[in-house]
């Protein structure tokens, strides 16, 4: 402790003066050594770096930073701020600072740089922070430098042109050249020579050389080195994994075009009759030449070994007639064939005179068709007794050897026990019925559909006849049936779906039943087939779906092969799928529409639509499919619709059988004759 020393100089004598002297030397002394003893400030530490949310590492790559956010620094204590612009600076890879400005955040413990500008991708940045920097209590710090390098944006394709058009990829892109022009315009720069490695065409597995030009690094032309096929879907592809080219994030791009139709003729050019001729000779050889060996009956299908199917041998029966009378057999070769189906149908299963749908060819038995469809099924049977009648009224009764086959025919028709399928007498006829399963399907065949002619079948029986009130209240629904619905303009009397459903309703009872003339109390039957025949037609030229391949002279839509299996294709149920006997078995309703079709599935589309047995099931040129099946059930009614557009062979001698017109009587039609 320092000593009080009194201040009154009178008080003190020259002998007390060396002591005050010494005194206040002590007084300095002692303050000089507080001054020193001050303790030191500290140094700042720098907690965090980051561009964003992404932190930066001292030392590290620091990749990929955003190059529109803010930097910011996260200090241990507070900065002064006077200090701050001139210590902390953002600078670019040409070591010139990056124009900022400068927030105080946290009580200024956390300084944010954000760039007037944005920063430029893929660029070195550096963040120094200098020695000049302070703390507001004086802390100081060592200075340091940390690089980082942003983001390159993602490589994008701006614009994809094919021959001139935009391409959207969500959309069907159809008609394009057979040598087509491909531009492409990317977001930013590619190095020279790195698209084509990860750039197809590709038609299915085929894969197509491109040749490709630079317009610019950023701009690219590509070529195919040869032509490619007509009416074909092809897939353009860019990998995502050309972004290891380019040091960019790239999500790749896919794209499906059709080229156009070469409109070049394959076959020489025929006469309208002489094509018409050749489609009925060819068709029909799938009957003939394809038939089972043992029961002459017709295979399901191409790919069917064992299975013959009821309705289809009808069709096949009424296509036999066609043949014999137009000489692709002669007269004896077809009875010949006859003798062979009946001695077969005579052992055949039969469940109350019905045949089952699908049957084996060689031992006669019953094939289910489905789970619990292992008995008599009512339409299909019907078909087969109207191909039966049918053949009946061409034969002449006055040359004994037919007058056989007359007998024989008639023995089965007569034991069709149409009135068991009316389940005890209700008004109703049902479809199927199984010793096993009994009536568990339980369907009943209602209108409107493709089994008109069952009820015409059943009410004409001679022997198991039904009564009228069946087809009233459960065919025509209590006359619910009668819709009177336009499309296109166009009325549709009779529907139980939009647009009428398949073509196969217009078809399949009326390859024997005429519908010039016929009527009853819900329709006028030509006006319907007629009309439901228009607006499939004008459905295709529309094409709402935007299909491939539809247009006026490539239309269709009915049950058929697909490339998803068989589905009965309509307005309703629209996959894409043409199907040539649909256009072509109506060309008797529609006659220019169907000859044109005709034309173009076999001038234009013949080197893949024309096969062994006439034309291939159907075609998606949407799907780049073409059937390579055939089906009875839909080359038998292009032969005998056709032999009744040109001669309504058909529809007269199936229409001449008496029980047939005592059974249209009965339901309640007019028709030409009707006593």
Not at 107 to 131: C, F, H, M
Not at 459 to 479: K, L, M
Not at 497 to 526: T, V
Not at 590 to 607: C, I, N, V, W
Request: aromatic share 12%; with cysteine.
């Amino acid at each position: 402790m320092v000593p009080v020393i009194p201040c009154d100089p009178s008080l003190m004598s020259m002998s007390a003066k060396p002591f005050v002297a010494t005194g206040l030397i002590l007084i300095l002394c002692l303050s000089c050594r507080k001054e020193e003893e001050k303790p030191d400030p500290g140094t700042l530490q720098l907690i965090s770096v980051s561009v964003g949310p992404r932190e930066l590492q001292p030392g590290g790559e620091n990749t990929g930073m955003p190059a529109d956010m803010p930097v910011v620094l996260r200090f241990s204590q507070a900065v002064e701020r006077e200090s701050a612009p001139d210590a902390i600076l953002l600078k670019d890879h040409d070591d010139q600072v990056v124009e900022s400005e400068y927030n105080f955040l946290d009580s200024d413990r956390t300084v944010s740089l954000a760039p007037k500008e944005e920063l430029t991708e893929n660029t070195r940045y550096t963040v120094l922070i200098e020695e000049g920097l302070k703390g507001i209590r004086g802390e100081s710090f060592p200075g340091l430098e940390i690089e980082f390098r942003t983001l390159s944006s993602p490589l994008s394709v701006l614009e994809v042109t094919l021959d001139g058009n935009v391409v959207d990829p969500d959309l069907r892109l159809g008609d394009i050249g057979l040598h087509p022009e491909i531009r492409l315009t990317f977001s930013a720069g590619i190095p020279e020579g790195s698209l084509g490695q990860y750039t197809s065409l590709m038609r299915g597995a085929i894969d197509y050389v491109l040749d490709i030009r630079a317009v610019s690094d950023s701009i690219y032309l590509l070529y195919v080195t040869q032509e490619l096929p007509d009416l074909a879907r092809f897939r353009f592809n860019i990998s995502p994994v050309l972004a290891e080219a380019v040091d960019r994030e790239f999500e790749g791009i896919q794209f499906y075009f059709h080229t156009q139709l070469d409109s070049t003729y394959k076959f020489l050019v025929l006469s309208d009759e002489e094509l018409l001729t050749l489609v009925q000779r060819q068709t029909f050889k799938y009957f003939w030449e394809f038939g089972h060996p043992v029961s002459g009956l017709a295979r399901e299908r191409n790919t069917s070994l064992e299975t013959v199917t009821s309705g289809g041998s009808g069709f096949g029966l009424m296509a036999m007639v066609v043949a014999m009378e137009r000489g692709f057999i002669t007269r004896e070769e077809g009875l010949q064939r006859l003798r062979k189906i009946l001695d077969f149908l005579e052992t055949a299963d039969r469940f109350h005179g019905a045949w089952s749908h699908w049957i084996n060819g060689t031992t006669g038995e019953a094939r289910p068709f489905s789970a619990k469809d292992n008995g008599g099924d009512l339409v299909e049977t019907s078909y087969l007794a109207m191909g039966l009648l049918t053949i009946r009224q061409y034969l002449e009764d006055a040359v004994s050897s037919e007058k056989l086959l007359i007998d024989r025919i008639n023995s089965l028709w007569e034991g069709i026990e149409w009135d068991w399928y009316t389940r005890g007498g209700e008004d109703a006829l049902y479809w199927h019925w199984s010793p096993e399963f009994q009536w568990e399907i339980n369907l009943k065949i209602r209108g409107y559909n493709e089994a008109l002619i069952t009820y015409v079948m059943a009410a004409s029986s001679p022997t198991h006849g039904i009564d009228s009130s069946a087809y009233h209240v459960t065919w025509a629904r209590n006359g619910d049936i009668v819709q009177n619905i336009p499309y296109f303009g166009i009325n549709l009397p009779l529907s139980n779906q939009a647009y009428g459903g398949p073509l196969f309703f217009a078809h399949y009872s009326f390859l024997g039943i005429d519908p010039r003339h016929l009527s009853d109390r819900y329709a006028n039957y030509m006006e319907q087939n007629v009309n439901h025949s228009l607006i499939n037609y004008h459905y295709c030229r529309e094409n709402p779906a935007d299909y491939i391949g539809y247009s006026a002279d490539s239309w269709g839509l009915t049950a058929s092969d697909g490339p998803a299996g068989y589905s009965a294709h309509s307005p309703t149920n629209d996959r894409g799928v043409i199907t040539p006997t649909a256009a072509l078995s109506s060309i008797p309703y529609t006659p220019g529409e169907s000859m044109r079709a005709l034309k173009h599935f076999y001038y234009l589309l013949g080197d893949r639509l024309w096969g062994e047995y006439g034309f291939y099931d159907a075609f998606s040129p949407t799907a780049d499919w073409v059937a390579d099946s055939y089906l009875a059930i839909d080359q038998g009614p292009i032969i005998v619709m056709i032999e009744n557009y040109r001669t309504q062979l058909l529809w007269d001698l199936f229409m001449s059988a008496p029980e047939v017109r005592n059974g249209l009587t009965k339901l309640g039609f007019s028709f030409p004759g009707r006593k």
